[in-house]
Nanobody, 123 residues
Framework: QVQLVESGGGLVQAGASLRLTCAASGRTFSSYAKGWFRQAPGKEREFVAT????????YYADSVKGRFTISRDNAKNTVYLQMNSLKPEDTAVYYC????????????????WGRGTQVTVSS
């Protein structure tokens, strides 16, 4: 069974940093695109960042560009999301996902999802 498990969320003040971790098990994901999405209360889930299988290319939502960094360690089957300069509007449940494509910003392309980790940023 494929599993993605997120960790690293929490409650922080505006301006702080957090690093989210997504650990994959059950299958080797080195060739899969990995992505982070988030869902704020009362809103639809939205794209945050994605990285290719090799890690050579990354893409970000405009709202997080310059503040968030996605990276991966294929030897550990792990993906990270470093979040700096957090804002109250970053408050959401953050989901890790894996896609059997080279890279994608589209939720519909992702086949495997974690259960999410809560990030709350206070002002």
């Amino acid at each position: 069974q494929v599993q993605l498990v997120e960790s690293g969320g929490g409650l922080v003040q505006a301006g702080a940093s957090l690093r989210l971790t997504c650990a994959a098990s059950g299958r080797t994901f080195s060739s899969y695109a990995k992505g982070w999405f988030r869902q704020a209360p009362g809103k639809e889930r939205e794209f945050v960042a994605t990285i290719t299988g090799s890690g050579s290319r990354t893409y970000y939502a405009d709202s997080v560009k310059g503040r968030f960094t996605i990276s991966r360690d294929n030897a550990k089957n792990t993906v990270y999301l470093q979040m700096n300069s957090l804002k109250p509007e970053d408050t959401a449940v953050y989901y890790c996902a894996a896609a059997e494509v080279a890279v994608s910003k589209e939720e519909r392309d992702y086949d495997y999802w974690g259960r999410g980790t809560q990030v709350t940023v206070s002002s």
